[in-house]
């Protein structure tokens, strides 16, 4: 049985970081593509970023380049997502999710995380 769970939200002022893990059982993250979204009320879910399985390409959402990064801790079977810069448009409930492919597509992601809330104050 596949579980992600996710941990590391929070309350946090408006520049600060935060830095979200995401704990796989029941699949490699070595062997997904995983990646990290976000869903706000009224709104879609939204890409954040994701890692390939294949070569560990990285990719971002144009709204977070450069202040976010994905990474794998393979050992721990885990994958994080620093957070830093944050805004009050952050503001979230981020979902860490496993597929065969993507990587920005949330339809391509098999399984999901409970998610976990992220407020940005400002």
């Known amino acids: 049985q596949v579980q992600l769970v996710e941990s590391g939200g929070g309350l946090v002022q408006a520049g600060g970081s935060l830095r979200l893990s995401c704990a796989a059982s029941?699949?490699?993250?070595?062997?997904?593509?995983m990646g990290w979204f976000r869903r706000t009320p009224g709104r879609e879910r939204e890409f954040v970023a994701s890692?390939?399985?294949?070569?560990?390409?990285?990719y971002y959402a144009e709204s977070v380049k450069g202040r976010f990064t994905i990474s794998r801790d393979n050992a721990k079977n885990t994958v994080h997502l620093q957070m830093s810069g944050l805004k009050p448009e952050d503001t979230a409930v981020y979902y860490c999710?496993?597929?065969?492919?993507?990587?920005?597509?949330?339809?391509?992601?098999?399984?999901w995380g409970q998610g976990t809330q992220v407020t940005v104050s400002s």
């Open positions: 999710a496993a597929g065969s492919s993507g990587p920005a597509n949330p339809s391509l992601y098999q399984s």
């Open positions: 890692i390939t399985w294949r070569l560990s390409m990285t």
């Open positions: 029941g699949l490699t993250v070595t062997q997904y593509n």
